[in-house]
């Protein structure tokens, strides 16, 4: 019979937690094995027995984040009745998430994003599939706001509005990175949802945002 591997001495879910944070906080590059031993508070063996590599480790932190801060965004986008009223909500539950009280400040899809080595290319690839991904996911909302009757806009109208409203979900990470509140980051929500009215200018009265 052949020999087992030695069982596990941490809670991996408990581990896997921590590595999403350091990832959050410091970004891929700024996470060396020593620092992800330390936080994760356990050997850089067991991480490659556990995890299988750096990379892995960080694709699995991302599919933590995206199931955890990434769900009320999603969530918002998809059960509001409306395009307008999924865009404005998305956006509010994006400043909530990015702005928790001891949690790393911004989304972790921007901020730990590689920017340097050739080698890490794969992963600012992976990062970039995903936050296309994002885009994708709100020009599939306004397409259903079309297809509902609240929505008027063409198809190329409705890709540079999804692009400019993920350009917003983006900006407002940046902004919490950098020290804005979540008061200071709903008056730029409340100047974004201000453009809806040039953005969309044929949906009825009733669907503006107030």
């Known amino acids: 019979m052949a020999a087992r591997g030695r069982p596990l001495t941490f809670d991996r879910d408990v581990a896997l937690r921590s590595a999403m944070d350091l990832f959050w906080e410091r970004g891929y590059e700024g996470s060396s094995m020593k620092d992800l031993s330390e936080a994760m508070g356990i050997a850089s063996a067991s991480i490659y027995a556990s995890f299988g590599s750096k990379e ?57 994003a590689p920017t340097g080595t050739i080698e890490n290319h794969p992963v600012r690839e992976f990062l970039a599939d995903v936050r296309r991904a994002q885009f994708e996911e ?27 409203y993920t350009t917003v979900m983006h900006g407002l990470s940046v902004q919490a990175r950098d020290g804005a509140s979540r008061a200071e980051l709903e008056t730029v929500i409340t100047l974004a949802m201000a453009a809806w009215k040039v953005l969309a200018p044929d949906v009825p009265e009733r669907q503006q945002p107030i």
């Open 56 to 112: 892995a480790l960080f694709r699995e932190a991302v599919a933590l984040n995206a199931a955890t801060q990434g769900q009320p965004p999603r969530v918002a986008l998809a059960e509001q009745p409306t395009a307008c009223e999924a865009i404005h909500a998305m956006l509010r539950a994006v400043a909530d998430t990015i702005t928790i009280p001891g949690s790393p400040r911004g989304c972790m899809l921007v901020l730990a």
């Open 138 to 164: 709100i020009r599939e909302r306004l397409v259903r706001g079309v297809r509902d009757g609240d929505l008027a806009a063409s198809t190329d109208s409705l890709t540079a509005i999804a692009r400019y």
